[in-house]
Every structure is written in structure tokens, then in C-alpha cells.
């Protein structure tokens, strides 16, 4: 039988990383193999950007292999089927067969250099700030389908709404929105328990326990006839209060707390004491401390990005569409997911998403004009032809590592022309995105209030200004002599 792309893929990936020996686990998101690496020194980088179908390589806490949205899952199990774990488990020890005939002194210097690649490897890649965006990556990751899922459903759900509405439904649709709103609910009220889920997996504690964690700010059987009081001011605590924010909190305490346990009592009685005392001790503290104080600092991250869009308007709204491609190149746009979830909490849409989906549009806008200037340039043209219709639905991944960023001055002009289309939503106004997960025209249906016309005026401006100023000043002149050339 004919080897598959996919498995070739997997092969070469496997070929220029060192080996599967050299993998720790694997996890994708919806465009990158994220692999953990053992060894950095074993990997032959250039080798692995050249095989043909990797868009792009990115190395943070994990490399980042980037496939594109479809392939990347396949290929991802079938690396870890290679290996006998499921995604995300770690991999099994593998004996370096390369290894297996060095002197002494070469083994020495071997193990020098892996050492000195670690230090250095920890010295670059093991900060604070990616410690923390590593592990949002790796809680709110796996719940990336279910955001598009449960928020297509909900925008299926506000059309017919809006129809029935304005009389071009009759009331007997009533029945079949409210089940959408069944389904979708499934996710966004019980969000906090699938974070507290994820959020344990991460910081090690047990799963289970940080369900029960995320689910505890739900308050739930305390509502409405029996309030519980916020120790700090003595009102009313409210449901939900200090959202995910607070969750992810909690369970990172409850992890201590619960590995300390472990080491104290006695494994005769461990199974009952452990999850019982730090359920208690946990749920107290998140309940009467976290969720106050988590309260404070959700409102007043909501209220920020909300003062920065009324107050900027125009400026804010081209600033954070022109440095949102960076952004999502280092993988930085991760931080931004319990933003959205958050303002999508308190006030039921998120207005910073439509805004920064605008710097995809200026990718379009610049692959575009790059295939009109470059036509001649057939494999410039043919990379486009695969990157621009995912890039138009709104993953931006292959265009910026296959099309933009390897050609440089393209990726600055499709910034300033995301730049474009976030300052015309900013001027719009009042455009907001009832869930996340999806970008680009993915997102029209999910466009709050009927204001779609007004997100797609923002995705028109950032197409034409990307492809503009791209067209003008971004064609860099060896593409075109590459397009001249036979």
C-alpha cells in the first residue's frame, strides 16, 4: 500500500527532531504538532522547515510544527500511535541506538552537549511568562472544538431567533431554538467545571477534584433562597463570581495542597483523607476568598479592555489589529483566550475578538496581491492557492509561515492592512462575538445583535487595505524576479 501524506509527514517530522527517542509527548492544536523535546541539539531545523508540508516551525516551551488545520490531527496520531501513547501521554524510554558504539570520551562529550542544550534551553525557553502561556495553551487547547462547536450552534441559534423575531418565522420554531440553546448551553454553563478539569490535568492535581472546584463557584443548591455572604463586605456572593480567572486559581492551589497531602498521610487512609480534606480546605478558600478577590480582577480586566475600545476608538482598534499576526506568530494570542471567555461571561459578547480576527483579513488581502504581482511565480501561486481559503474561514497559520513571513516586507503589509479593517470595526462600534474558537467569515453567524453587516465591512476593509498596501509596497523584488524567470 502507497505511503500516505500523512504518514510521510509524521516520518520526516520523526527523521529531523532526532527520533522518536527524542519526543517527551505530543499534543496539536487546530494547525501545530506541539513536541516536546528532550534534546534541542539533536534536532536539524532546517531540515525539518524544508520537508514539504510543514508551514513553518516556531520554537517556544514545546516546538511547534505548523501542518494547517485538518492534516495536523492526523498526522499527530499517527506520530503517537508510532509510539504506542495517546496524545499527550508521555512517551515510553527509547535506548539511543546511535549511542550505542561511542568511546568513552565520546560519550562524555555527548553528555556534555545534551546538558549544555538543556541549560540553555532553560535559560531561553523556561520564563515565568511562558511557563504561564504554556499552561493557558494547554487548559483551554482541548476546548477549542468545543467553543466552535457550542458558539456555531448558538449563532444558528440567534439567526432563527432574529427571524422569528421580525415575523419571517412562525412561534412553532420556538421549541427547535430553544434545544440549540440546550446544546450550546451544555458548554457555557458548566464552563468552569471543564476548566477546572483541564486546569488540574496541568498543574497535577486530580482531575475529578478540580471539576468539583470549578464546579463550586456555580454555588450551586445556594440559589435563590439561601444566599451566602461575601466575607468582605457582606453582600450576596454571586454565582459565577470571578469566572474561570478564579478557577484556574483555585485549582493551582488545590494542586499543592494536594500533593502535600500525599506526602503526609498515610496510604493506608490516603484515598479518604486527601480528596476530603483538600476538598474542604480548597472549596472553603475558593468560595469565600477566591471568588471575591477573582471578581475584582475579572471586572477589572473586562471594564480595561472595554475603557481601551470606547476611549482609543479608532487608534485602539487599529493598534490591536496591526500586532495581533505577531501575536499569534509567537503564540502569544493564547493569553487572550479567558479574556474573551470572560468578557463573554459579564456582558454576553466579547468586542476584542471581531477586532483582532481583522489582522486574518489582512493576510488575505496580502496573498491576494502577491498572487497578482507574483503570477508568473508557480510556486508562490500554488502555496497561496492551498493557504487562502482556510485563511479566508480564519486560520491565518498557513499563510503567515508558508506565504507572509518568509517573504518578510508581505507579512508587515498584511499587519498594517489587519491594522485597517480593526480600526473600521473600532469606528463601527458595538460589534461583539458571543463565542470564540472561530475567525475570518467563520465568524459573521456568531456576531452578537444582528451587527454582521458591520463585522463584514471591517473584513472587506482589511482584505482591500491588506491587498493594497501590499500590491504597492510589499512585493519583495526577488519574488518578482523569481516570477520572471522560466
Known amino acids: 500500500m502507497a505511503e500516505t501524506k500523512e504518514q510521510r509527514l509524521a516520518d520526516k517530522i520523526y527523521e529531523n527532531v532526532g527520533g522518536i527517542g527524542n519526543v517527551d509527548k505530543i499534543i496539536h492544536c487546530m494547525t501545530r504538532v506541539r513536541i516536546t523535546i528532550k534534546d534541542y541539539s539533536k534536532i536539524n531545523m532546517e531540515g525539518l522547515k524544508a520537508v514539504d508540508g510543514v508551514l513553518g516551525v516556531v520554537e517556544d516551551e514545546s516546538l511547534q510544527v505548523v501542518l494547517g488545520p485538518g492534516i495536523v490531527n492526523k498526522v499527530a496520531g499517527i506520530m503517537v500511535a508510532q509510539a504506542g501513547v495517546k ?6 524510554k527509547h535506548p539511543d541506538k546511535n549511542e ?3 568511546t568513552n570520551r565520546e560519550l562524555a562529550e555527548a553528555k556534555a552537549a545534551e546538558v549544555k542544550a538543556k541549560e540553555k534551553a532553560k535559560r531561553n525557553d523556561n520564563t515565568t511568562f511562558k511557563r504561564v502561556l504554556k499552561s493557558i495553551s494547554n487548559i483551554f487547547v482541548p476546548l477549542i472544538p468545543a467553543f466552535v462547536g457550542a458558539g456555531m450552534i448558538a449563532g444558528i441559534a ?8 421580525a415575523g419571517d418565522l412562525g412561534h412553532n420554531w420556538a421549541p427547535f431554538i430553544t434545544t440549540l440553546n440546550v446544546i450550546k448551553n451544555g458548554l457555557y454553563t458548566y464552563l468552569a467545571i471543564y476548566v477546572g478539569i483541564n486546569s488540574a490535568n496541568e498543574f497535577g492535581a486530580t482531575p475529578g ?13 445556594m440559589y435563590p433562597n439561601a444566599p451566602l455572604s461575601n466575607i ?10 470571578g469566572g474561570i480567572i478564579g478557577v484556574i486559581f483555585a485549582v493551582w492551589i488545590l494542586s499543592f495542597v494536594e500533593k502535600w497531602l500525599h506526602k503526609i498521610v498515610p496510604n493506608a487512609v490516603d484515598i479518604i483523607v486527601t480528596p476530603t480534606i483538600a476538598l474542604l480546605v480548597v472549596g472553603l ?3 469565600f476568598i477566591v471568588m471575591p478577590a477573582a471578581g475584582v480582577v475579572s471586572s477589572a480586566l473586562v471594564g480595561s479592555v472595554n475603557w481601551l475600545l470606547d476611549a482609543g476608538g479608532v487608534f485602539s482598534g487599529f493598534i490591536l489589529g496591526l500586532f495581533f499576526l505577531p501575536m499569534v506568530m509567537f503564540g502569544l494570542h493564547q493569553i487572550l483566550t479567558p479574556i474573551h471567555i470572560e ?35 508557480k510556486k508562490l501561486v500554488r502555496l497561496i492557492k492551498g493557504a487562502l481559503p482556510v485563511g479566508i474561514m480564519g486560520i491565518g497559520e498557513p499563510l503567515i509561515y508558508g506565504v507572509t513571513l518568509p517573504l518578510g516586507r508581505p507579512f508587515i503589509t498584511a499587519c498594517i492592512g489587519g491594522g485597517i479593517g480593526g480600526a473600521v470595526i ?14 475570518g467569515i467563520d465568524l459573521i453567524p456568531l456576531i452578537a445583535n444582528g451587527h454582521w453587516l458591520g463585522y463584514v465591512a471591517g473584513l472587506v476593509s482589511g482584505y482591500i487595505g491588506g491587498f493594497v498596501v501590499t500590491y504597492f509596497f510589499g512585493v519583495p523584488k526577488e519574488a518578482m524576479e523569481e516570477a520572471n524567470t522560466k
Not at 209 to 221: D, F, K, N, S
Not at 426 to 439: D, F, K, L, P, Y
Request: hydrophobic residues 55%.
Open 100 to 102: 550505542s558504539g561511542l
Open 209 to 221: 477534584l478540580g471539576g468539583i472546584i470549578g464546579a463550586a463557584i456555580l454555588l450551586t443548591g
Open 158 to 165: 440567534a439567526i432563527f431567533s432574529n427571524m422569528m423575531t
Open 285 to 287: 478558600f475558593t468560595i
Open 343 to 377: 468578557m463573554i461571561n459579564k456582558t454576553g459578547v466579547t468586542p476584542l475578538l471581531p477586532i483582532l480576527a481583522m489582522a486574518g483579513a489582512g493576510q488575505v488581502g496580502a496573498a491576494l496581491a502577491l498572487w497578482v504581482r507574483c503570477r508568473k511565480n
Open 426 to 439: 473600532a469606528e463601527i462600534g458595538n460589534i461583539g462575538a458571543i463565542a470564540v474558537g472561530t475567525s
Open 87 to 92: 496524545l499527550g501521554e508521555r512517551f515510553p
Open 232 to 241: 468582605f463586605n457582606g453582600d450576596a456572593l454571586a454565582v459565577g463570581r
